[in-house]
């Protein structure tokens, strides 16, 4: 006998489970993981791009990211100056001085310990550090906290030489000695090969110049303090009878009269015999 009953379907009732309803119900889950997951790519690729300037690949990527943060970044709650590049910044001055105090000792086999010192010097100098920094594009990668725009990148400009420094101490920590070196060759040896100042200091080369000239030692005034209290920066004018004041800045009294000392230097001729 033959079951000519139509064969009857259940349509599907609003409101019950089904695939396309549990579908809609993790969709919102998923937005929020797609969010995060975006979030940490672009992490990873702002890390990837720094990584890329600086010509090392970390193995803990923490490191660098503490080399790029400046004190200032911190939670006020939390604050502490160890969580900054403060101490990456020690041990990369250190490394910077022995990588660089090698080079030079090979580079320049029939010099004195007086003239290797003297280079040794220029070339750890904040201001060298800082040159290349800048040549490396790592300004915006410095982490601040909340400063206003103008504020901040006199900030950045300021402590681009302590970064430089940490992130040579990170590079340290994270791949030893020859991973060091290798950045610091990298980024010194053309340095070293052609000094951009005189090896001399630019106080003592004044004075000198001065005294040939008849003039008394040049006098030093402050003119201004600006910027906050952890980080500040020294505007001076250096004075002698006859020329025009020149001026310098720096974050310090000292290196803001160097500053003005060179200024002055480059204006008038002087001319530094290096012994």
Not at 40 to 69: C, H, N, P, Q, V
Not at 118 to 147: H, N, P, Q, T, Y
Not at 247 to 265: C, P, Y
Request: proline share 5%.
């Amino acid at each position: 006998m033959n079951d000519d009953n139509p064969v009857i379907q259940d349509s599907p009732v609003t409101g019950e489970s089904g695939p396309q309803a549990d579908a809609g119900r993790e969709a919102a889950p998923k937005k929020k993981r797609s969010k995060a997951a975006e979030a940490k790519a672009a992490e990873k690729a702002a890390i990837a791009a720094t990584e890329a300037r600086i010509g090392y690949k970390f193995s803990d990527a923490a490191l660098l990211t503490t080399a790029f943060t400046h004190v200032s970044a911190l939670k006020p709650a939390t604050r502490h100056r160890a969580d900054s590049y403060q101490r990456l910044e020690f041990l990369g001055d250190h490394v910077l001085g022995l990588i660089v105090s090698d080079m030079l000792y090979r580079a320049y086999p029939r010099a004195d310990e007086g003239e290797l010192s003297k280079r040794l010097a220029d070339l750890v100098r904040k201001e060298s550090c800082a040159d290349v920094a800048k040549s490396l594009g790592l300004f915006d990668d410095i982490k601040l906290g909340m400063v206003k725009a103008v504020e901040g990148a006199r900030l950045r400009k300021s402590v681009l030489g302590d970064v430089c420094e940490a992130v040579i101490g990170a590079i340290f920590l994270d791949g030893g000695y020859s991973a060091a070196a290798q950045f610091v060759e990298r980024n010194w040896t053309e340095r070293m090969r052609k000094l951009r100042r005189p090896l001399r200091d630019p106080k003592t080369v004044l004075q000198e110049w001065a005294q040939s000239r008849g003039l008394p030692t040049p006098v030093y005034r402050e003119i201004e303090r600006t910027g906050p209290h952890h980080d500040p920066q020294f505007r001076v004018a250096v004075d002698l009878p006859g020329l025009a004041p020149a001026e310098g800045l720096g974050g310090n009294k000292r290196a803001a009269e160097k500053a003005a000392a060179s200024a002055m230097i480059a204006r008038e001729g002087v001319v530094s015999h290096d012994g």
